[in-house]
């Protein structure tokens, strides 16, 4: 928006001339902090003159700047500004597929590690799991993984220990 320097009127950026009075000299006015002043960006708060505001999706409050003044949004997955006193916390869940990836793979090494009757596998996502455990990760998803773990692990050991003991007595019983 600009304002007119001869009689105060208020205009759109598109227009040349003062619908009123006929003048072309105008002032910018800041979509930020309403400061009339020439140029391009506010000499008091740093805005464009044309700049829209951006609509925080957490709050629905309005702002110019990098971050939400209310919330601190920030538009990035871990949003906690430097000046912002509280931690962002989103209303809608929003996850990092990396981290959601990371998750599946102690599960996934655990389900290959059990239907091909590979220890190591099963055993380094197990680790895995309670790793992710000790450095905090609490979710159902990571404790079910252990679990799963657990009775893949005990599973492979009693099939294993049954396996040898029919090896054995096969062995036996033919000499």
Not at 13 to 27: A, D, M, Q
Request: aromatic share 6%; charged share 15%.
């Amino acid at each position: 928006m600009r304002v007119c320097t001869f009689c105060g009127c208020k205009t759109d950026e598109k227009v040349n001339s003062c619908p009123n009075c006929g003048s072309t000299g105008f002032l910018n006015v800041c979509p930020n902090c309403a400061n009339e002043f020439e140029g391009a960006f506010c000499p008091d708060c740093g805005t464009r003159y044309n700049a829209i505001a951006k609509v925080c999706p957490d709050c629905r409050t309005k702002y110019f700047s990098n971050a939400c003044p209310n919330c601190g949004y920030n538009g990035s997955s871990s949003a906690k500004t430097s000046n912002s006193q509280t931690e962002y916390r989103p209303s809608t869940p929003r996850q990092d597929t990396r981290a959601k990836a990371n998750a599946m793979t102690p599960l996934i090494l655990i389900i290959l590690g059990t239907f091909t009757c590979m220890f190591p596998l099963t055993i380094v996502g197990l680790v895995l799991a309670i790793r992710a455990k000790n450095a905090g990760d609490n979710s159902q998803q990571n404790r079910i993984t252990i679990v799963v773990g657990l009775i893949s692990l005990a599973v492979s050991v009693i099939w294993t220990i049954v396996s040898m003991l029919t090896g054995v007595l096969n062995s036996v019983s033919s000499s």
